[in-house]
């Protein structure tokens, strides 16, 4: 695992301009609005997404969003993935935001290009992120510590309620399947690399080290359950790295469009996963 402070997502920007065309979208990665729409058979069973009804009661919920959670905003198209919470824009500390989020399925695509917003922006919730003990505690230590400050700096919060269910997670044979595959692993999964003890949430793919172009990563990840803290917290690593997947990000028809559009860039080039 190699530490990075600046990531460049060269490699996924020329794969995201592809998948786009070939639906008839211009590649504009800060317009969140645009949806690409490609169908094309997975060798993984599309993800359960979340009822009309469960997400609703998330959203009144007090608890915040766990990172890897998949949600649409009000007036938008594109769905965005939840990689940090309570973050301030660069420097400007007059407003503390919810959420910091990226586009899904494409992921992190450059640091300065994350999306800032509050829960009560949020339409609908599809998938909810992984959720264990370390979130529990995660949890709590939020809520104490806006506690603490003025209602004038905290976002506001919702009615209690109880806290999600525990994730499900992966067995060892699942695991070891998804490792052997020839797909890469969405944005949202949950892993740990060999010798470390620590999970890390996988954020975006086919990643240089800034402008060192002599190592392309499979994967950036942030560490599970804080999430993105600054642009200077990312980790880049390898599939043949990971010692165990704990957690499956969302999958759906369009992280089967990025999959294949992946594979036909990556063999254009005479890139080998």
């Known amino acids: 695992m190699k530490r990075i402070s600046r990531i460049l997502a060269v490699p996924m920007i020329l794969i995201l301009s592809v998948l786009l065309a070939s639906c008839g979208v211009s590649a504009n990665v800060t317009n969140p609005k645009e949806d690409p729409t490609v169908s094309v058979s997975s060798s993984l069973t599309p993800s359960k997404e979340l009822t009309s009804q469960q997400s609703q009661e998330l959203l009144i919920s007090k608890d915040f969003l766990p990172i890897g959670t998949v949600v649409l905003l009000k007036n938008s198209t594109r769905k965005i993935m939840i990689i940090g919470v309570l973050q301030y824009k660069d420097k400007d500390k007059s407003k503390l935001y919810d959420y910091s ?27 909810l992120g992984y959720w264990d003990s370390q979130e529990n505690d995660l949890q709590q230590t939020i809520q ?73 990563y499979d994967y950036s990840a942030v560490l599970y359950p804080a999430g993105l803290i600054d642009p200077d917290s990312n980790y880049l690593f390898d599939k043949s790295q990971i ?31």
């Open 101 to 127: 989020a990226v586009l899904y399925p494409v992921g992190l695509l450059n640091p300065d290009q994350n999306y800032l917003f509050d829960k009560s922006q949020i339409q609908r919730i599809y998938y």
């Open 144 to 216: 104490d510590a806006l506690a603490k400050q003025s209602t004038s700096d905290a976002p506001s919060s919702s009615s209690s309620s109880t806290s999600p269910t525990p994730s499900k997670e992966l067995a060892s044979q699942q695991s070891q399947e998804l490792l052997v595959s020839k797909n890469f692993l969405p944005i949202g999964s949950i892993v740990v690399l060999k010798d470390s003890y620590q999970k890390e949430m996988i954020i975006g793919v086919l990643q240089y080290n800034g402008n060192d172009k002599s190592k392309l």
């Open 243 to 273: 010692q165990r997947v704990y957690y499956l990000g969302y999958w759906n028809d369009e992280e089967d469009a990025l999959q294949q559009t992946i594979k036909d860039t990556l063999a254009k080039q005479g890139i080998s996963n």
